[in-house]
């Protein structure tokens, strides 16, 4: 995809009125949908995944040069069974007929326990009988012609394999073994003394819940989401990648383990990477202060552009990476934009509003689509802007916007598939701490730099001056009888109890006791309800943003800009505010992301560990992911690694690398040896296989060693005319 980031004057973005493809259309339902259900990212990447591969799948059934990803393939353990279809309707009716149905029928059922299902019945409802379809027409027999049969048929496969990919979908995607082992922290009292293990994640018991959609939680403690996402089946994701960690007799499967975060250690004060860590995250919460004085340009002359090469391994690394003290990374900003070859126009804001419109605009995507869901509303702009020229990879032909449209969410949706099963399955496994549990839980210990001053323990705060000290006599937080002197206090923000009124209250900064200290969140919110390591957003982003550089085949913007604005006093939801309009503003698309990945530090979500693991995960998964869509956009078929061109003739002919005898096994769609034949290569390891009885379709072919019978080759193979 090419596109520039085109963002509105408005707290959120708005539709186009132009004339969309059928696919925007249908993703932009997904969309609504997501909005109006409950705020789950790894749910919704897999809604966004299956609703993509059905809108590919139903392109692909009537291009000559597409290969479908589901239909008539193996996808896990699940064949979906396919025997070709031929219509006699029109093309582009047809095309659009199996899009609608598949992606409406699949809508109707993966949403139908939404809290808002009946708002997304309506709209969906309406897009049918706009198009003049049948909402009763409900047939899967597509052998007779039928397009709408189709589209039902590829919602139905689509269902059953979503009951029975590993996401217990049946359950409500109910967790089936994980048990946190801390007791859930009280988030209406302070402190965190009953915390049990400090470097485990931990529940909050918030009084009326409300997630990031705008959903109560009965019961105010919401369990931990999706700890056992590692085993779903994935999009791209490579077995060789795999780990299967066993944990009291649970097995989770995790994928690119970038090893352990840091874990809590005594003594060491501000030399602990954990105390460091999260005394950075309470540090920084003291750049939320509107009334702060402190100017920041936040244009590309001065952000962005910040070097792969720089991402820090070592803990020294980390501390130079990140500035303690006053925020921001190493990024160095760019002389120039290169499409206009003029210079970026500084744009000078108070850091208090930078900081807090950046949280707020990168928490859930600018209305609540979940992270996966943002970067298609910002796909969806990049692709609505008039300087796009829809060439995949930036070469070639110029595509419709059905195709582009197509390729484009198919790419991104089984990227952000891939993401959520990644960074979630580390999540499990790992089950790392939150700020708010780790800073309440070192505040009640004291402080741990020093142990001839008062408060001293192992396990405590690190004092860092002007940041994190010790309450002394005649200071204002001492109490009326000097009850809290050698309580550690922080520079932080002072938590949603200063807030009344959000549409004229602003919480501010100042001296609080540490054990209060809260996250830039709603009170009923607090924090999200999974374990910290690594960085969903962090993955995500960068992720996407590997999508769209390598679909645009440029890492600018068009124009060389990408840009938000966040009108003054009516953007942020919880305070007031900005105080000054702020307009966020972005060079490149991985500018955007590394971005993302700072407002969760500002926004009392993630400490620097969380972060960068994420973000070079991200990176690869997108690339890979990318190679991988892309290799069904012209019928080649991928075998062990190797892409062999699909056969004209009866012969299948396969290529490996393997000198000795073997037993040669195909299997169908459903697991049922069709052939078995011994198998001698010769010199040039060309072996002409007679394939002529087999229908054609996708089969699983094996190689066996024929004296231990250990399996030397397993792949999908493809048998055509």
């Known amino acids: 995809m090419k596109g520039l980031l085109l963002f509105v004057l408005s707290i959120s973005f708005v539709s186009i009125s132009f004339s969309q493809s059928i696919a925007r259309q249908w993703n932009e339902e997904v969309l609504h949908g997501i909005r109006n259900d409950f705020a789950r990212p790894t749910v919704h990447a897999r809604n966004l995944f299956h609703t993509s591969v059905a809108m590919y799948d139903a392109w692909a059934v009537f291009d000559t040069n597409a290969d479908t990803f589901f239909l008539g ?62 909402l009763l027409y409900d047939s899967t027999d597509y052998q007779n012609g039928s397009s709408a049969a189709l589209g039902n048929y590829i919602a139905e496969q689509l269902i059953a394999f979503g009951l029975q990919d590993g996401s217990n979908e049946a359950q409500d995607y109910e967790n089936q073994y994980y048990e946190p082992v ?28 409300v997630d990031q959609s705008g959903n109560t939680i009965p019961g105010g403690q919401p369990p931990f989401l999706s700890p056992e996402w590692g085993s779903v089946t994935p999009f791209s994701l490579k077995d060789v990648d795999k780990e299967i960690y066993n944990i009291s007799g649970i097995d989770y499967t995790i994928y690119d ?16 990477p954990y105390k460091w860590g999260f005394g950075l995250v309470a540090a920084w919460s003291s750049h939320l202060d509107p009334a702060d004085d402190t100017m920041i340009d ?3 002359a001065s952000l962005g552009n910040l070097e792969r090469s720089l991402f820090p391994e070592s ?82 032909a110029i595509l419709s916007d059905l195709e582009w449209d197509i390729k484009s969410y198919f790419i991104l949706g089984g990227t952000m598939h891939d993401v959520a099963i990644t960074a979630w399955g580390l999540k499990g496994y790992y089950d790392y701490v939150r700020p708010m549990s780790a800073i309440r839980y070192m505040a009640d210990r004291g402080q741990s730099s020093d142990p001839n001053l008062p408060s001293y323990h192992p396990q405590g705060l690190p004092l860092v001056q002007g940041f994190i000290e010790i309450i002394e006599e005649g200071d204002p937080l001492a109490g009326a009888s000097n009850e809290n002197i050698g309580v550690i206090k922080m520079y932080a923000w002072q938590g949603p109890e200063n807030i009344v009124d959000p549409n004229n209250d602003v919480a501010g900064v100042d001296w609080i006791f540490a054990n209060e200290w809260f996250p830039y969140q709603r009170p009923s919110f607090v924090t999200p309800p999974f374990a910290g390591y690594v960085s969903g957003h962090s993955t995500f982003s960068r992720a996407a943003a590997e999508v769209l550089t390598t679909l645009t085949g440029d890492p600018f913007f068009p124009g060389g800009l990408g840009k938000f604005d966040a009108p003054a006093n009516s953007f942020l939801k919880f305070e007031r505010g900005p105080s000054q309009p702020v307009q966020l503003q972005w060079a490149t698309y991985r500018d955007a992301s590394d971005q993302t990945s700072l407002s969760r530090i500002w926004g009392g979500i993630h400490p620097p560990i969380d972060d960068i693991p994420g973000r070079i995960l991200g990176e690869k998964i997108g690339k890979e992911a990318f190679v991988f869509a892309e290799n069904y956009f012209t019928k080649e078929l991928a075998v062990g690694g190797v892409l062999f061109p699909v056969p004209t003739k009866d012969e299948l002919r396969l290529l490996f690398t393997i000198k000795r005898s073997c037993q040669v096994s195909i299997f169908d769609m459903l697991g049922r040896e069709v052939m078995s034949v011994p198998a001698h290569f010769d010199e040039s390891n060309l072996y002409n296989l007679n394939v002529s009885h087999l229908n054609e379709g996708v089969y699983v072919l094996t190689l066996r060693d024929d004296i231990n019978g250990q399996l030397l080759f397993q792949g999908k193979i493809l048998k055509s005319k």
């Open 73 to 134: 393939k193996m996808l896990g353990d699940y064949g979906c069974l396919f025997e070709g279809f031929s219509t006699s309707e029109e093309l582009e009716e047809a095309r659009n007929r199996v899009i609608s149905y598949a992606v409406y029928r699949l809508m109707l059922h993966r949403f139908a326990n939404s809290p808002r299902f009946q708002e997304i019945y309506l709209s969906i409802n309406n897009l049918m009988q706009s198009l003049g379809y049948d």
């Open 182 to 209: 801390n007791e859930a922290l009280n988030t209406d009292i302070s402190g965190n003394l009953d915390m049990v293990d400090p470097n485990r994640w931990q529940p909050l018991k918030i009084e009326n819940y």
């Open 257 to 272: 383990d970038p090893g352990a975060p840091y874990y809590l250690q005594e003594d060491l004060g501000i030399d602990d």
């Open 298 to 300: 936040i244009s590309p």
């Open 315 to 396: 803990f020294e690394e980390f501390k130079a990476f990140y500035n303690f003290e006053n925020g921001s990374d190493p990024s160095s900003g760019y002389s120039l934009n290169p499409v206009t070859q003029l210079p970026y126009t500084p744009m000078l804001v108070r850091r208090g509003d930078y900081t807090r419109v950046l949280a707020e605009f990168w928490a859930d995507g600018p209305d609540s689509e979940t992270p996966p869901g943002h970067w298609f509303t910002i796909l969806n702009y990049v692709n609505d802007n008039p300087l796009l020229v829809k060439r995949f990879r930036g070469e070639g």
